[in-house]
């Protein structure tokens, strides 16, 4: 019986698509903190969230969750949109986070952003990464916020 567990557990490990196509790829999840002055300069300095991947190899945006973890201090102030993108073809991946139902709130808040119905047909580059962008500046706030982002890895080697 423990062969079998064994067995199993690999496989869910391991689901990397071989030649007949049975397993849809491996899913990778990682969290990134994000400082109260990183986010006050998202719009000139995305911050990275997945590096490029290799040589032969694509980035596929599943999702993120965006988690404000809100200090007690002031509030974000200014229409801040966020998106996830591509880092060298700027390509916006993700639905707009607007910053006025996000940011501008006084306590602990998360979101959802989900990929594009609209980035199927958009030709993107191969080896890049994936950043977060923001749209205007936020003047004054002093939260932190948490990225956990899921992605695969496609490899055409």
């Known amino acids: 019986m423990a062969a079998n567990r064994a067995n199993i557990g690999w496989y869910i490990d391991n689901q990397i698509g071989g030649e007949d196509d ?11 903190d994000i400082t109260s002055a990183e986010i006050k300069l998202l719009v000139s300095a995305p911050k990275l969230l997945v590096a490029a991947p290799g040589a032969g190899k694509v980035l596929e945006f599943v999702s993120a969750v965006l988690f404000l973890d809100h200090d007690g201090g002031s509030d974000y102030d200014t229409n801040t949109s966020l998106a996830i ?31 594009l119905a609209t980035v199927n047909g958009i030709v993107m580059n191969v080896n890049d990464g994936l950043e977060l962008v923001a749209i205007g500046i936020p003047a004054t706030g002093t939260s932190t916020m948490k990225v956990k982002i899921t992605y695969r890895i496609h490899d055409f080697n």
């Open 22 to 32: 049975r397993f849809t790829g491996r899913v990778y999840e990682k969290i990134i």
């Open 85 to 115: 993108q591509t880092v060298t073809g700027t390509t916006t991946l993700s639905v707009t986070v607007n910053g006025a139902n996000f940011l501008h709130q006084s306590a602990d808040v998360y979101t959802f952003m989900a990929p």
